[in-house]
Antibody, heavy 122, light 108 residues
């Protein structure tokens, strides 16, 4: 059974870069599936950040695309998120998740991490 | 940009049927997924490909999608079904996922 665990700083200063890692156990990320990042501001709804396929192909939320990079680290079996030039609006609970198959196939994210809260503040 | 609209809240009596709608332009042409999120928990996939239940999801959950509206139906609603529910669809024009704004289901 696959398990995902987010990690990273809980506090980031405005204008700096938010960096998070999602450690995957129970499955090799180089073998398949799409791996995604989703965030949820406190008390608000879900916002998709982006996904990466096991081949390295990426898809990003158009509203965040200029600031987002998602990449794989297959040697450590994890994938990571970088979000540059953060502001208070980027304060959120950040989740990593796994999707079985291509996005348009409608399979959804069937496994999620527990989430990690990132606060942007000086 | 593509948007998915959900009612902010739905109230249902125990044992009755709750219907949660998700509206979007020509949504019936896309696959829709649904997630359940209880306080302090990660989202849980409860429906995929419009009407398919993942393993372990009770059969009181069902889904449909046609025209501009996708619907998640909870039959014989139980207190444990009280949660926020989000719809999700892929927008091929922008190659990005869209989430609905979420619906809080209250079992009263």
């Amino acid at each position: 059974q696959v398990q995902l665990q987010e990690s990273g700083p809980g506090l980031v200063k405005p204008s700096e870069t938010l960096s998070l890692t999602c450690a995957v156990s129970g499955y090799s990320i180089s073998s398949g599936y799409y791996w995604g990042w989703i965030r949820q501001p406190p008390g608000k709804g879900l916002e998709w950040i982006g996904s990466i396929y096991h081949t390295g192909r990426t898809y990003y939320n158009p509203s965040l695309k200029s600031r987002v990079t998602i990449y794989l680290d297959t040697s450590n079996n994890h994938f990571s998120l970088n979000l540059t030039s953060v502001t208070a609006a980027d304060t959120a609970l950040y989740y990593c998740a796994r999707e079985d198959g291509v996005a348009a196939a409608g399979n959804g994210y069937d496994s999620w991490g527990q989430g990690t809260l990132v606060t942007v503040s000086s | 940009s593509y948007e998915l609209t959900q009612p902010p809240s739905v109230s249902v009596s125990p044992g009755q049927t709750a219907s949660i709608t998700c509206n979007g332009d020509k949504l019936g042409n896309k696959y829709v997924c649904w997630y359940q999120q209880k306080p302090g928990q990660s989202p849980l996939l409860v429906m995929y490909q419009d009407d398919q239940r993942p393993s372990g999801i009770p059969d009181r959950f069902s889904g449909s999608n046609s025209g501009n509206t996708a619907t998640l139906t909870i039959s014989g609603t139980q207190a444990m079904d009280e949660a926020d529910y989000y719809c999700q669809a892929w927008d091929s024009n922008t190659a990005s996922y869209i989430f609905g704004s979420g619906t809080k289901v209250s079992v009263l």
